[in-house]
């Protein structure tokens, strides 16, 4: 027998059905005794379209999609059709349901799109000098995260940080993103933090974002950031997160320890205060500055954080903090093992918090903190992170708490330190 089909015709074939036309090909096959004839019929476009074909998938939640025995096919092949699943948890072939654990082209519009109605622009006029007079407006980002009203935003929009106190007493214009305008009031706002939430009065319930968890996300996450840079509303950029866990001393702040989710989303003056959104939809984070001199570097409150605080405004009408007056350290099983070499007589232990510095007759000072002791137990807890230390205080101000450190040669000592409130200026 010869060759049936010649290769270079199946490849003229095979490309025209790939744009889309029916090919029905034919080939004479014959030899001294007999002939016949071989005929091949290609797919149209609208048939591949239709077809099951098996695609690699991107997974944006913990657990990765499985398709067939293989976890995540690098090729495409056809394969069977799938047994029935759930569809409210599979992607529709028109894009229209959103899979939590697929990426599809309609991903990020969907997202978006559940944010965008509760994303708001503010403009706060700025008073200098001696006579108040009116110096430009301070121009900013919100989100609506209640439908009366409530508006989440960045304290340094509404409020004059040099003066400590809201600009134009308090008063903020709001613009919808159906062109609707309000004239809020700056019901609370968290220096430290950069939060604050601005209140406006509508007839009716208004769209209102979900807020989600940050403490999910992941390096490498998509998410888009929302807002209104340079008074050009209703923008969206996207991007991934950089760091889940950017400290502020990191970027050279100073005062307390704060921590941000560091993205390279494109943000700029304006976007203070809009949201950042994750592939659900929902708020991880409140976008509040960036890196002058450099592309890509951006920084957000994250939600959880933001949550905490909104708590504390409803409570109490502003944030407490307690304060030990302690510097502090992680430590890792790199930084013990150098100290452990400087110095043989650094304690034994296999995770814990360095403490470098005592401040005087701070909380700490008085309850007999040492430079160079190693927190291991805070509050009856095991700890080995400044932010667990941070989350054992909470908001436990003027009540005692045990704390176990080790010291040199090993000795292990228990004190008992009464936290202060924090000076909102520190």
Known sequence: MRQLLKKSSLIRALAVAALGSEVLYTNVVSDSNFRFDVTLSLPTR?????????????????????????????????????????????????????????????????????????????????????????????????TIIDSDGTILTCAHVVVDFQGMRASSKGKVEVTLQDGRTFEGKVLNADVHSDIAIVKIKPRSPLPAAKLGSSNKLRPGDWVIAMGCPLSLQNTVTAGIVSCVDRKSSDLGLGGMRREYLQTDCAINVGNSGGPLVNMDGEVVGVNNMKVLVA????????????????????????????????????????????????????????????????????????????????????????????????????EKVGKPLKVVVKRANNAVVTLTVIPEEANPDM
């Open 46 to 142: 609208c048939d591949l379209l239709s077809a099951p074909w098996r695609v690699a998938l991107f997974s944006l939640g913990s657990v990765m999609p499985v398709v067939g025995n293989d976890s995540y096919p690098l090729h495409f092949s056809r394969v069977a059709p799938d047994p029935t699943v759930d569809t409210n948890s599979s992607a529709s072939t028109d894009g229209s349901t959103h899979c939590s654990r697929c990426f599809t082209r309609d991903t990020i519009t969907n997202a978006a799109a559940k944010v965008s109605p509760a994303v708001v622009n503010l403009s706060v006029p700025q008073a200098a000098g001696i006579y108040g007079l009116t110096m430009g407006k301070s121009i900013g980002s919100g």
């Open 295 to 394: 592309d890509g570097l951006s920084f957000s409150v994250p939600i959880d954080s933001v949550s905490k605080i909104i708590d504390q405004f409803k409570k109490r009408g502003r944030v407490v903090r307690p304060w030990l007056g302690l510097k502090m350290i992680d430590l890792n099983g790199m930084i013990i093992s150098q100290l452990k070499e400087r110095d043989p007589a650094f304690p034994i232990v296999d995770r814990g918090v360095l403490v470098p510095m005592v401040t005087p007759g701070s909380p700490a000072d008085r309850a007999g903190f040492q430079p160079g002791d190693v927190v291991t137990e805070f509050d009856g807890k095991s700890v080995g992170s400044i932010k667990e230390i941070i989350d054992l205080m909470d």
